[in-house]
């Protein structure tokens, strides 16, 4: 199956189909959810398969009049950077599903709303990164906010209202400074061969540097909000915090992407030039991020407000690869992009399942518990080892790739960020001491271990980690050509090496 | 005699109607305060009639007595329902609209 | 270069003992050490295949390699995973896989008891897998997966036992310390890849002559700070001593005989990098005197006989490491000291563990005494690791450490006067130290607690104890007949000129057992002829409690990392909440108080809107009056 507008449809069948189970029967609508999302992994899978990976040009293309009269498309497309993008928000989906099997229970809604915000959320997931036209870019970009609103709002724990609304009015915020500047596309598209939000007809307006400038902070803020970069990240904590550990994982793992897979396809795109004029501050901005997040995640004393910061930090990464504007820096982002999802899956997850049986989310509460739950224990310890970047596992490659790629033009901002690995251990090591390690705490005896619908949940999680970590060729042979693509696209060439001014 | 004087005293009415508007409590009161402030205003149009030579002015005062008449009707019967409500003519007494 | 298929398995076997015990969990509790040791064992095997076809060719075709499939390959970097085994890696891979096989037995017997007994054996193959990795990597990303494995295999050892809080916080500063040392090897990895445009060993060699100095010195010194982490080197050196709360033969193998050479092994490898680059090189030399040095007055105030092992260990890598950046002549016998030690020191760690076990598990040496009756095959085998490490002819020791002071002396100048002192030194301080632990623990009236009831350990114990001290014995003897190391691996580093020699062999060795004698009588008088307090005496010096206190490492540590670094936290956190949230929540207080502001207006009263509707238009006539004017 080749059509990406078919497989967006999917899940919204799906939805249907949730939507008419009966009520009572509760477990049927979990499986049609899982079912759904596993169909759409699968035809995902199948895409990928047929994807030709040196082909530069965007590929699956297709292309409905949608507004007319406005020259609005429905114009889907994808490159290697969307590929791997969707590839991961389809995989973690039904992970998701089936780790979380009890998470709609509790909530303000029934159990069927849940999932079938959970598909709407699917649907729009991969939209964001099929769209081709940018005003169907943003209708999808903005929407997406609904369903994480009402699933952090209406199943979370905490202050969820709050949470949620924070999050809706920040996003929503950035979100109009992009329309802003789209609309001033837009306008200027007129003057220049015809009304049009084709990103590629866009991409070859002429501006002034000035209107550029302008216009790429419009993009960039909502971005650095979605993708949060200090100090624009406050929202995250909260969200994270408040949202069960499905949405979590769905909002640090695929939502969070969209701000920097709109940094590569959006910014750079359109704006070549002010993303060049803009770089330094953003390099700064990025290594601040590295080093804030892991400091602030050390601090932490709730656990999912802990791998909230550690996401900080990781974005800090990503966002230095795409604007170190080298190709190990550009493929090393994309490639952190999707090992993120599964690392950052993996500790929301488990760290989940324990706050579960637990009861509480501070991980002083914790103790022990490698004697009492073993599995879980460890799957805690590899989700952490993922991201620490312990060499062997995938999150390595791609933050070494980061680093090297970063460090061949930005010296300094890469040895500032390499010390982030030493807090890295630090923020990891830290909460796995006192939630694995020690004695065991009172009121722990009883926890139960993984059953096994949890351990099919976290195996193909903890698989992907390690087989990425030791075999990541398959997923850079597609990415390499996207970010030569991007980086040739941009003027730049990799600095050849120096041997030492000699 | 100076058509002028007719507009200070239009004005003079006009005022004495806005300030017993803002300062009086009575309903009843407030109301011939707002009929003597269009009064006025009556008398300002067939005043500029009258220094322009032309019959607009006096025509939209007729249009202004209209109003004023259906005014009467209609808040007379306001000022009579909330008196039979509240057991007050104040008006600060109905000031239900601000919640 | 000859290709190899068989490579892979020398790691691919104790990774896979590894995998299907942790998978395997519980139910591999009957056979899980049988097959650890096995896959260990086999490893061993594979490695005694391989230095038999290397033998069998000439000298300098002996590096065989093997690719195995393209890693990471982004625009001009590409890394395949890919192993090398030359006559350095050989080395060793032997080490390795010998002396891990025989801590396998070992442990059989000595984790018996324990629970978790599959578990230790899965970590310790995964150890001897990452290791092998280290040492068979043929660039340094593959190295730096090795390097960060066996962090993480000493790390999961460390807290074996980590229901204990002091335990589990050992395994974590060990960890965090080598993450220390890893940086300094990722801006290696970093500054190699941007000023030579390719990180495998034979790339940079290749490279080296044509790259500038300022360059090679950095990768050099980042080089030098990688290996004082994993090498427990100052100023990293603080983990090694509390990593002691491992199982022992954990500290026999990772603490003593294998992972914390890796240090040594990095530079060595590096040789075209570090000759290239003589302030590096300096750096190293000057590192490893101080290590020396620190390391071995430490072990002259610990009670805790693993401890005491344990800053022996450190100052005998300060040894080698000082060997290693004495450039071209100091490689080989920083490597001889490095196989030696490998048998001596685990030899005395096992033969601790076997103290330990006889003795209820403990460690305070003051709490021993006359043990030599009772542990008869431990005393002995112990016995002969302390020759070795003193360098009494014809043991060990006497071959490797008197070469590395000898170099030392003849390292030239001031320079290597200064060396050869602080070598010398060292070598008095090392007997004073080992002849205290032995006196403490074998000799003199027995101060045990009263449940203790010592005895021999059974044959899996002492078996491997015997065969080490076998090793302590001659390895040093035969690795040295006829140049046999230096000759091995000659081919790999690059010779100058021969140094001028400042003092005759024979001198040094004179001077050197001088030394030992010196530390040796020290010991006695103040041990042996004197009472040994069971508890350690408050009365001391200054300098006394200095060492028992790991001359302040700890407290530096804490004082300049640790304390300023939990207040930067605890600061950034408020200043989070304060400043960054409390902005953004400033502004939606801002609409909202506003908005209350504005609210006031709408009163409800009708005289009030009445009011505004005059003012308003008042201004606005006002407003046009003043525009038409």
Redesign the interface.
């Known amino acids: 199956m080749n059509s990406l507008i078919l497989l967006m449809l999917l899940p919204i069948i799906g939805s249907i189909a949730v939507a008419v189970t009966p009520k009572t029967k509760e477990v049927l609508t979990k499986q049609v959810a899982l079912g759904t999302t596993v169909v759409v992994a699968l035809a995902t899978i199948a895409m990928a398969v047929n994807f030709q990976r040196d082909n530069v040009e965007l590929q699956f293309v297709e292309k409905y009049s949608w507004i007319p009269t406005f020259g609005i498309n429905f114009a889907v497309g994808i490159d290697g950077l969307a590929l791997v993008l969707i590839l991961m928000s389809t995989i973690l989906a039904p992970i998701v599903v089936l780790a979380g099997w009890n998470e709609a229970h509790g909530g303000r809604w029934s159990v069927k709303t849940f999932y079938i915000l959970i598909l709407v959320l699917e649907t729009m997931m991969i939209g964001v990164f099929v769209a081709t036209d940018v005003f169907l870019f943003y209708v999808i970009f903005e929407a997406m906010l609904i369903p994480v609103y009402f699933l952090i709002g209406g199943y979370g724990s905490g202050e969820r209202s709050a949470a949620a609304v924070k999050f809706l009015i920040y996003s929503l915020f950035g979100g109009l400074l992009m329309l802003a500047s789209i609309i001033a596309l837009y306008v200027m598209s007129g003057a220049q061969g015809g009304h049009t939000f084709d990103l590629q007809a866009l991409s070859q307006l002429q501006m002034s540097s000035t209107t550029q400038n302008f216009l790429f902070l419009g993009f960039f803020i909502a971005f650095a909000i979605k993708a949060p970069l200090w100090p624009l990240h406050t929202w995250l904590p909260d969200a994270a915090a408040s949202a069960t550990p499905g949405t979590s994982v769905l909002l640090l793992g695929v939502l969070d992407k969209v701000g920097t897979f709109g940094m590569i396809r959006y910014c750079l795109t359109l704006f070549p030039e002010a993303s060049k004029t803009f770089t330094p501050l953003i390099m700064v901005l990025a290594v601040i991020s590295i080093v804030y997040g892991a400091i602030l995640a050390i601090g932490q004393k709730d656990l999912k407000r802990l791998i909230a910061f550690t996401s900080i930090s990781h974005f800090g990464f990503i966002t230095m690869g795409i604007f170190a504007m080298t190709s190990q820096g550009h493929s090393g982002a994309t490639l952190y992009m999707f090992n993120h999802g599964f690392s950052t899956a993996a500790l929301f997850i488990v760290g989940g399942w324990m706050i579960a049986r637990r009861g509480s989310s501070t991980i002083a509460d914790f103790g022990g518990l490698q004697r009492v739950t073993p599995v879980m224990a460890w799957s805690f310890f590899l989700a952490g080892m993922s991201s620490l970047a312990l060499p062997g596992l995938s999150s390595f490659v791609s933050e070494f790739l980061v680093l090297v790629g970063t460090f061949t033009r930005y010296p300094v901002h890469a040895v500032i960020a390499t010390f982030g690995i030493v807090l890295a251990a630090l923020y990891i090591l830290i909460p796995v001491q006192k939630a694995l390690h020690g004695p065991t705490t009172p009121g722990n005896e009883g926890l139960s271990d993984l059953n096994l619908r949890e351990k099919i949940a976290i195996a193909p999680v903890i698989a992907i980690i390690i087989a990425l970590g030791f075999y990541p060729s398959p997923l850079l042979n597609v990415i390499n050509p996207a970010s030569a693509h991007v980086i040739a696209q941009m003027g730049f060439t990799d600095p050849a090496p120096t041997n030492g001014d000699k | 005699m100076d058509a002028a004087n007719y507009l200070y005293l239009s004005v003079l009415l006009f005022t004495i109607g806005?300030v017993g508007?803002?300062?009086r409590?009575n309903a009843i009161v407030?109301f011939m305060c707002v009929e003597l402030m269009l009064n006025a205003a009556n008398l300002a149009f067939v005043t500029f009639s009258r220094i322009n030579g032309d019959l607009n002015g006096q025509v939209v005062a007729f249009f202004t007595m209209v109003v004023a008449a259906c005014e009467v009707v209609v808040g007379l019967a306001i000022i009579v329902t909330i008196y039979r409500s509240r057991r007050s003519a104040s008006?600060?007494d109905?000031?239900?609209?601000?919640? | 270069m000859t290709t190899s298929n068989s490579l892979v398995y020398l790691i691919a076997l104790p990774l896979l003992g590894a995998t299907i015990l942790l998978l395997a969990g519980r139910r591999a509790d009957k056979w899980g050490h049988i097959l650890g040791t096995l896959m260990s064992g086999s490893s061993f095997a594979v490695g005694l295949y391989q230095l038999s076809q290397m033998l069998g060719r000439s000298n300098t075709a002996r590096p065989v390699e093997q690719k195995l499939f393209e890693w990471i390959s982004v625009g001009s970097f590409k890394v395949d995973a890919g192993l090398l085994l030359d006559q350095l890696s050989i080395c060793f891979v032997l080490l390795i896989t010998g002396v891990g096989t025989l801590i396998h037995i070992y442990s059989i017997s000595y984790m018996s008891h324990d629970h978790d007994r599959r578990r230790f054996f899965a970590y310790l193959n995964l150890f001897i897998a990452a290791m092998l990795l280290l040492v068979l990597g043929n660039s340094y990303l593959n190295l730096y997966v090795g390097w960060e494995g066996v962090g993480l295999a000493s790390y999961l050892l460390i807290g074996f036992w980590n229901q204990k809080p002091a335990y589990a916080t050992a395994s974590k500063k060990a960890f965090v310390m080598n993450r220390v040392g890893d940086m300094g090897l990722s801006f290696a990895i970093m500054i190699a890849f941007a000023t030579v445009g390719t990180v495998s060993f034979a790339g940079i060699k290749e490279h080296a002559h044509h790259t500038s100095t300022a360059a090679l010195t950095a990768m050099g010194i980042m080089l030098l700070v990688a290996a004082t982490g994993k090498s427990a080197q100052f100023p990293l050196q603080a983990w090694l001593g509390d990593a002691m709360a491992g199982p022992t033969p954990v500290s026999a193998l990772i603490h003593a005989a294998t992972m914390v050479t890796a240090g040594v092994y990095l530079i060595t490898r590096s040789n075209f990098i570090f000759d290239a680059a003589p302030t590096a090189q300096l750096l190293v030399v000057i590192v490893g005197a101080i290590t020396l040095l620190f390391g071995a007055l430490i072990g002259t105030a610990k009670d805790d006989i693993k401890k005491a092992l344990a800053a022996s260990t450190m100052s005998q890598i300060g040894y080698m490491i000082l060997g290693a950046g004495l450039g071209p002549v100091g490689y080989a016998f920083a490597i001889m000291h490095l196989l030696t030690h490998g048998f001596f020191k685990a030899g005395m760690f096992l033969g601790a563990g076997s103290v330990m076990h006889g003795m209820n598990d403990e460690v305070n040496m003051r709490k021993y005494g006359a043990l030599r009756k009772f542990m008869p095959i431990t005393f002995v085998t112990f016995g002969l690791g302390y020759l070795a490490i003193l360098g009494v002819p014809p043991f060990a020791g006497f071959y490797s450490k008197d070469m590395i002071i000898e170099t030392a002396f003849n390292a030239g100048g001031i320079k290597g006067i200064l060396l050869g002192s602080v070598t010398l030194l060292g070598a008095g301080i090392t007997a004073f130290y080992m002849t205290r632990v032995m006196i403490l623990t074998f000799t003199g009236k027995a101060r045990w607690d009263e449940e203790a009831h010592p005895h021999e350990s059974p044959l899996l114990m002492w078996l491997p104890m015997a065969i080490l001290a076998i090793g302590s014995v001659s390895s040093g003897y035969l690795l040295s007949r006829g140049d046999a190391l230096v000759n091995w691996l000659s081919p790999l580093f690059e010779h100058h000129g021969e140094h001028e020699e400042l003092l005759a062999p024979i001198v040094v060795s004179a001077l050197a057992l001088g030394m030992v004698a010196i530390g040796v009588a020290i010991a006695f008088l103040k041990y042996s002829r004197q009472e040994v307090a069971s508890v350690a005496p408050e009365n001391v010096s200054v300098f006394t409690k200095i060492a028992r206190e790991d001359l302040m490492q700890d407290r530096f540590n804490e004082a300049v990392f640790m304390r300023p670094g939990q207040q930067l936290t605890q600061v950034l956190v408020k200043t989070d909440e304060a400043v960054i949230d409390g902005a953004v929540r400033g502004v939606g207080k801002l609409a909202m108080g506003s908005s209350s502001l504005l609210r006031g207006v709408q009163s409800g009263f009708v005289r009030s809107y009445a009011a505004l509707i005059f003012v308003g238009a008042a201004l606005l006539i006002a407003a046009i009056w003043v525009v038409v004017q």
């Open positions: 806005a508007v803002v300062v409590r407030v008006v600060d109905a000031s239900l609209l601000k919640r």
